[in-house]
């Protein structure tokens, strides 16, 4: 949706990933530019609250609200790879002496520094996405225990059929719902557990070096040239179980 198109969305419904209707769009706030900036969203429970612009995905008249945890996680586990690869990088050249201990040591400090940080807001997506899988784990049994008493009053007459089927057809589309969003949530945790372990994305090899020619020169040239650096681990998701399988 363009620019100009954005109010057009006031008071439209906002969903999030799994299709559940979480609020409606209440205004937008500008830059003094004219740059959308934020967006306030009145939720179900009637409170207001500004979102970064890049929390929403418009498509039409669908809106739809990405998390602050799926936004972070995706960004952490882009950069934590890429901070250490520097990292290694800057090492790899010191070692060749190719740069003063001095400017290693600069760098590196803030290297080591930008990690540390990543690192604690990654444990802390992970703590987060932790409580929301307990939060759809609950709502999955609530469900479940839902769906066990309808069929009972079903089985002794108490429910008519049309109820029956329009009551079961609702739960079962909000069971679908929570069992999406918790293991989302489950893959979001393993993905951001994995880099922290170490077993960060891997990257691009480096382009291999050109083939030596028979030439005293440039043969001494190649024996002298940097090594490659070292390949960062596989990535290995592991998908963690919950108390209940989806």
């Given at each position: 949706m363009s620019?100009?198109n ?10 999030n990933e799994y299709g559940?209707?979480?609020g ?7 830059t003094?530019s004219g740059?959308?900036?934020a967006v306030y969203?009145e939720f ?5 609250s500004?979102?970064?612009?890049e929390?929403?995905r ?5 809106i739809?609200f990405?998390t602050k ?6 960004t ?5 790879p890429?901070i250490?690869?520097k990292?290694?990088a800057l090492?790899d050249?010191a070692?060749?002496?190719k ?9 590196h400090n803030?290297?080591?520094?930008v990690?540390?940080q990543?690192k604690k ?6 703590e987060?996405?932790t409580?929301?899988i307990e939060r759809?784990?609950e ?13 009972i009053?079903?089985e002794i ?5 049309e109820n029956?089927?329009?009551a079961?057809a ?9 069992s999406a969003?918790k293991?989302?949530?489950?893959l ?13 994305i ?6 291999a070096?050109?083939?030596p020619v ?9 024996t002298?040239?940097p090594?490659k ?5 596989v990535?290995v998701?592991v ?8």
């Amino acid at each position: 949706m363009s620019n100009s198109n954005l109010f057009l969305s006031i008071g439209k419904p906002v969903k999030n990933e799994y299709g559940r209707v979480i609020g409606k769009i209440a205004s937008f706030a500008l830059t003094p530019s004219g740059k959308f900036d934020a967006v306030y969203i009145e939720f179900g429970d009637g409170q207001f609250s500004k979102q970064p612009m890049e929390s929403l995905r418009f498509n039409g008249p669908e809106i739809t609200f990405i998390t602050k945890i799926k936004n972070t996680a995706s960004t952490l586990c882009d950069q934590i790879p890429l901070i250490w690869r520097k990292d290694e990088a800057l090492k790899d050249l010191a070692d060749k002496k190719k740069i003063t201990p001095e400017v290693y040591q600069d760098l590196h400090n803030s290297f080591s520094n930008v990690l540390t940080q990543l690192k604690k807001d990654a444990q802390i997506i992970i703590e987060e996405a932790t409580i929301e899988i307990e939060r759809c784990q609950e709502e999955i049994s609530s469900l479940s225990y839902a769906i066990a008493n309808l069929e009972i009053e079903h089985e002794i007459g108490k429910v008519d059929e049309e109820n029956y089927k329009s009551a079961f057809a609702l739960l079962q589309d909000t069971l679908r719902r929570a069992s999406a969003e918790k293991a989302d949530y489950e893959l979001t945790k393993s993905k951001v557990s994995s880099v922290l372990l170490g077993e960060s994305i891997q990257l691009p090899p480096k382009p291999a070096a050109a083939a030596p020619v028979p030439n005293k020169v440039y043969a001494e040239q190649v024996t002298n040239a940097p090594t490659k650096l070292p390949e960062p681990p596989v990535v290995v998701y592991v998908k963690e179980i919950g108390k209940a399988g989806i």
